[in-house]
């Protein structure tokens, strides 16, 4: 089964910038919507972020608009997730996840998933 990797994750002070990045395994997933989640201690994972095969459409949480930018590279089987100003809300780990039948926001309908990325935000 294809396998999805992030990268990209740290410590990184409020204000400040991190890319994250997921690659695919299969090269067959660059024909599924992608998706950004996150999951912080105590609370269930919530959607980021999602972006369309093509990447002509693109869904944000109404929290991360403006700050975030999704984005893909179909030739390099890679989604991105470009955060800008940061805040110490955005802490979490980072899941990138893939759905055959378009973008979706809803965890349960996504099919794969990566491991995670760690993103700290200090204040």
């Known amino acids: 089964q294809a396998r999805l990797e992030e990268s990209g994750g740290g410590l990184v002070q409020a204000g400040g910038s991190l890319r994250l990045s997921c690659v695919a395994s299969?090269?067959?997933?660059?024909?599924?919507?992608m998706g950004w989640f996150r999951q912080a201690p105590g609370k269930e994972r919530e959607f980021v972020s999602a972006i369309s095969q093509s990447g002509g459409r693109t869904y944000y949480q109404e929290s991360v608009k403006g700050r975030f930018t999704i984005s893909r590279d179909n030739s390099k089987a890679t989604v991105y997730l470009q955060m800008d100003s940061l805040k110490p809300e955005d802490s979490a780990v980072y899941f990138c996840?893939?759905?055959?039948?378009?973008?979706?926001?809803?965890?349960?309908?996504?099919?794969?998933w990566g491991k995670g990325t760690q993103v700290t935000v200090s204040s």
């Open positions: 299969e090269r067959s997933l660059t024909s599924y919507a």
């Open positions: 996840a893939a759905r055959r039948n378009g973008p979706s926001a809803e965890v349960d309908r996504m099919e794969y």
